[in-house]
Nanobody
Framework: KLQLVESGGGSVQAGGSLTLACEAS????????RTWFRQAPGKQREGVAA????????YYADSVKGRFIISYDYDKNTLYLRMNSLKSEDTAMYYC????????????????WGQGTQVTVSS
């Protein structure tokens, strides 16, 4: 069983930066794809960035390319999302998820989820 716990959310001014962390515990199994999703009120859950553990392949939503960086610390079993140049549109609950591979941006593909961490960006 894989458990994911997010941290690092908070309030930040537009243009600022924030780093989210998702610490994994338990057995990874075949859940090599680790992804950050976000969901704002009234909006669909959106895949933000993903990384395939082992290969290091990364994927980003167009809305965050050039601003966000996903990374993984293998010693700490922790997925990170460095968010730069934050905009008010980035305000959402951010979740990390793990899955066995497939369309990274589709939420139904993932088997394990953290409980989320809130990011609020003020203009």
């Amino acid at each position: 069983k894989l458990q994911l716990v997010e941290s690092g959310g908070g309030s930040v001014q537009a243009g600022g930066s924030l780093t989210l962390a998702c610490e994994a515990s338990g057995s990874t199994g075949k859940n090599y794809v680790r992804t950050w999703f976000r969901q704002a009120p009234g909006k669909q859950r959106e895949g933000v960035a993903a990384m395939t553990i082992g290969s290091g392949n990364t994927y980003y939503a167009d809305s965050v390319k050039g601003r966000f960086i996903i990374s993984y610390d293998y010693d700490k079993n922790t997925l990170y999302l460095r968010m730069n140049s934050l905009k008010s549109e980035d305000t959402a609950m951010y979740y990390c998820a793990a899955g066995p591979g497939g369309p990274w941006h589709q939420a139904q593909f993932y088997d394990y989820w953290g409980q989320g961490t809130q990011v609020t960006v003020s203009s």
